[in-house]
């Protein structure tokens, strides 16, 4: 008799008596054992294997079969990772957003950062800074358009 890769199998025996549902499995020392259980204990036996039959389909039909290479990866990325161009540009273009950024006279540079980088409106800055909001306001827009002038320069050249 073939032994099937679970550590149990099940058989019906027909006779002229009825029907006997058995269930054998190798115990400790090797050897093999039938035992003769009633129906309902063979059935939930029955559909023990038969749901770990679904799941081993289930695992076959999700699992990955195609090496994953850099290619399929990013085939699947939700966002597409930047060319190496496209890297460059955005670094250079940061780097010149610093140093226009860094002319600023020490108030535009601070109240511009405040509202650009940390997220404050014009009423916390102006609390912070013991001004009101319109002053810090008409600050950063001509931070702003000084930084404006210096970048299209560049972009420009």
């Not at 955005?90 to 780097?95: G, L, N, S, T, V």
Request: net charge neutral; glycine share 4%.
């Amino acid at each position: 008799m073939a032994i099937p890769k679970r550590s149990y199998w099940l058989r019906e025996v027909v006779t002229e008596n009825g029907t006997s549902y058995h269930i054998s499995f190798r115990d400790g020392q090797g050897k093999i054992q039938e035992l003769c259980v009633p129906y309902d204990f063979y059935m939930a036996f029955r559909r023990l294997e038969l749901d770990e039959r679904k799941l081993e389909g289930w695992d076959y039909r999700h699992r990955e079969f195609s090496e994953i290479m850099e290619e399929t990866l990013n085939w699947r990325a939700l966002r597409l990772p930047k060319s190496i161009e496209e890297v460059i540009l955005e670094e250079e273009r940061a780097e010149l957003l610093h140093k226009a950024i860094n002319t600023l006279p020490e108030i535009q540079k601070r109240r511009f950062l405040l509202y650009y980088e940390y997220d404050l409106n014009y009423y916390q800055i102006g609390a912070m800074e013991h001004c009101t909001p319109q002053a810090v306001r008409r600050s950063v827009i001509i931070a702003r358009e000084k930084i404006k002038a210096q970048m299209k320069n560049y972009l420009c050249a």
